[in-house]
């Protein structure tokens, strides 16, 4: 039974909702996290990206008495944090090493005049004892700690920080603290709750399901032009993030994709961070634009509207893949995720395993998440079941994921599988030498290249043995044999050897069962890719909408900041569609709030033509 308390505190953060944020529901465990926190309960959350989380701390800290105080390692983004809250009406500041003296001191006096709702702190700010004693000072609502997964070993570079951040409880003892991660592992959820003293927290748990992203992953064949042609066909004038392993990658794809008329940014550890914090700027600022980045872009990136994220190279585990495609399609709107993937990533991934620094456990861990990532990839059965089983959680077929929407057959590749390791059996056992997948390939197709002939490979007796499939369905056997671990490789050409494992296939003791080969895989589901935006906009409403988006960036462009923080796509899809004709009928948009409603309404209606009231 809730107290009389409870209830009105309750009906107070729906209030909130509903007035400040414009939104008529909560979603998910938003209701059942925001009550708890009212109550001054501490709370661990685990939410995907775009599932909502900020609600989880912004609603308390607006219920409650006093400043809600954020813990953030993404000072970079402070700022359009901050400055779509105040267009939100909320008054927010933050205090971090890229502002001056006086600018600092603006928002202390504003924390201790009790004129600040919400107070954005880089984690380090709270070392600093200056900063405790200012806290002190004023009345804390309570602690938000965001991207809470920092403090695990698997963290970043704020570990040491985020670590001192479990003294919190200590000094402010009756101060509820909610910790906040898209980091789904259980070893993570468990350090989190240890190394933050939040074991006496309530755990909440949300679906990591992400139903409006499409799960793609496809054979690696010409990588650029594959991703240029999902770009053409089905994301023109998209925003997106394009992952690559190296920073040359990088810079060629960017140059690639400008080339070809899509205006496309570098981001990498390699530019001064001058030029990367520029294209993040403009990525955020700007519509419609690729950022093609090492994993060192995009954490806290909340951009809501980023249509497609696209990996050229294999992440090296499936929490980095999710994470990375989690940046994808915030605001619920179908999205993509797509990953071209080869023969040539697991080789090098190995190799980079192999020779990675650290002991043998550190390197069998890597083996293990490589591993994971590996059977993701290869699966024949819906991606999306295996992603969340990966984060244990349940569920069935989704029917939005590319093994659902053209599934893929397996077929029995013992006989194959014996052939390839044979030859490399023979190689090894008659003349001491060891070769790439393509000699080998070669040799099983019987081609007289000048290498196979170089070292009278064409006098082997598995010389020719293979030409019932063709060379990229080679490639994909020896793929996926390395995949399962039916095949080893080492050193710096990626020379095939056997393991344990392959002795087994070769005295036929066991079936090897493999993926229906890349090629028809890709070109039946090439016709599917042409169906339709599953988001049309009438033929009234679409003209509309690109009216309210060019107000909406001028708007944007004069206050200097992303269009987005004005109002999401989303809502301006639902003004164009139910055209309002009233400042009341706008109100009841999902998005306008009231303080929008003042600050904006006028103008929308007038862009739409209508008649204000
Ligand atoms: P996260 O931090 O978990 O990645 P956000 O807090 O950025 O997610 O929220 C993702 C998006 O969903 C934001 O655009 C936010 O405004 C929107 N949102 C959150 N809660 C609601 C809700 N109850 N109703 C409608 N939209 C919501
Ligand atoms: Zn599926």
């Given at each position: 039974?809730a ?26 465990g938003q ?13 661990l ?17 607006l219920?409650?008495k006093?400043?809600g ?23 927010a ?12 001191r603006?928002?202390e ?51 040491p ?10 000094r402010?003892?009756?101060v ?7 980091t789904?592992?259980?070893?993570t ?6 190394r ?21 992953i496809e ?15 089905e994301h ?11 920073r ?5 794809t ?18 001064d ?7 993040q ?10 950022v093609?980045?090492?994993?060192a ?23 980095g ?27 090098q991934?190995r ?63 013992t006989v194959p599988?014996?052939?390839l ?16 997948a ?9 081609k007289?290249?000048s ?6 490979h064409?006098?082997?007796?598995v010389?020719?043995i293979?030409?019932?499939?063709t060379?990229?369905?080679?490639r ?13 490789v ?5 020379t095939l ?10 005295r ?8 229906r ?6 070109k ?7 169906r ?9 409403a679409?003209p ?5 988006r ?8 004069e ?16 003004i ?22 003042a600050?904006y309404?006028?103008?929308i ?9």
């Open positions: 039974m107290s009389p308390e409870t209830l009105t505190e309750t009906s107070d953060a729906a209030r909130t909702l509903h007035r400040v944020f414009g939104y008529d529901s909560f979603r998910g209701q059942e996290i925001i009550e708890h926190v009212v109550a001054g309960g501490d709370a959350v685990l939410m995907p990206t775009g599932g909502g989380k900020s609600l989880c701390y912004q609603i308390p800290a219920v409650r006093g400043v105080v954020v813990v953030s390692p993404l000072i970079a983004l402070m700022q359009d944090q901050v400055d779509a809250l105040r267009d939100l009406g909320v008054r500041g933050f205090l971090n090493s890229t502002q001056d003296f006086d600018e600092r603006l928002v006096q504003e924390f201790l005049a009790g004129e600040l709702d919400l107070l954005y702190l880089a984690p380090e700010r709270l070392r600093v004892e200056s900063t405790l004693n200012l806290l002190d000072r004023g009345t804390i609502a309570l602690f938000a700690i965001d991207e809470a997964h920092c403090v695990s070993q698997w963290g970043h570079d704020f570990r920080d985020y670590l001192g951040l479990s003294e919190l409880h200590e402010w003892p009756d509820p603290r909610i910790a906040l991660t898209a789904a592992t259980k070893a959820h468990a350090e989190i709750a240890t933050l003293n939040l074991k006496d927290a309530k755990h909440f748990v949300a679906s990591f399901d992400r139903p409006n992203i499409q799960y793609r054979p690696k064949n010409e990588p650029k032009k594959q991703l240029l042609e999902l770009l053409r066909t023109k004038g998209d925003a997106g993030i394009v992952y690559c392993l190296s040359a990658s990088v810079e060629k960017a140059e690639f994709l400008t080339a070809n008329g899509i205006t496309a940014l570098p981001y990498h550890a390699g530019l961070a001058r030029t990367r914090a520029e294209h700027a403009r990525f955020l600022r700007e519509e419609g634009l690729v093609v980045a090492t994993i872009f995009g954490m806290g990136i909340d951009k809501p509207d980023v249509r497609f994220v696209a990996h050229l190279d294999l992440p090296k585990s499936v929490e893949y999710y994470q990375e495609t989690g940046r994808a399609g915030r605001d619920g709107l179908p999205s993509t995720a797509w990953l071209a993937y080869g023969l040539q990533d697991v080789v991934q190799k980079m395993i192999d020779t990675s620094e650290g002991d043998d456990a550190h390197r069998r861990r890597l083996a293990t998440h490589l591993d994971a990532m590996l059977a993701l990839c290869e699966t024949v059965e819906c991606r999306r079941v295996q992603l969340l089983a990966y984060f244990g959680q349940e569920s069935t077929p989704c029917g939005n994921c590319d093994t659902c929407l053209t599934p893929p057959e397996s077929w029995d590749g599988a014996q052939k390791l044979s030859a490399v059996f023979r190689l090894q056992r008659e003349r001491r030498q060891k070769f790439g393509g000699q080998i390939i070669d040799i099983l197709l019987g007289k290249t290498k196979v002939i170089q070292h009278d064409d006098s082997l007796t010389f020719g293979g030409t019932e499939l060379e990229p369905e080679w994909g056997v020896v793929r996926q044999l390395l995949a399962q671990r039916l095949i080893g080492e050193g710096d050409y990626g050897v056997l393991t344990d494992a392959s002795a087994g296939v070769l036929k003791e066991r079936e090897v069962r493999l993926r080969e890349p090629e028809r895989v890709a039946a589901r090439a016709a599917k890719a042409a339709p935006a599953p988001v049309e906009l009438s033929a009234e679409a509309v909408f690109e009216r309210l060019a107000w909406r960036a001028a708007q944007a462009k206050q200097g900041v992303p269009p987005y923080v004005i109002f999401h796509d989303k809502t301006l899809r639902q164009a569609t139910e055209s309002p004709k009233t400042l009341a009928e706008l109100g009841t948009v999902s998005g306008v709030g009231e303080s929008k409603l600050k309404g006028q103008q209606l007038d862009t739409l033509g209508g008649q204000g009231s």
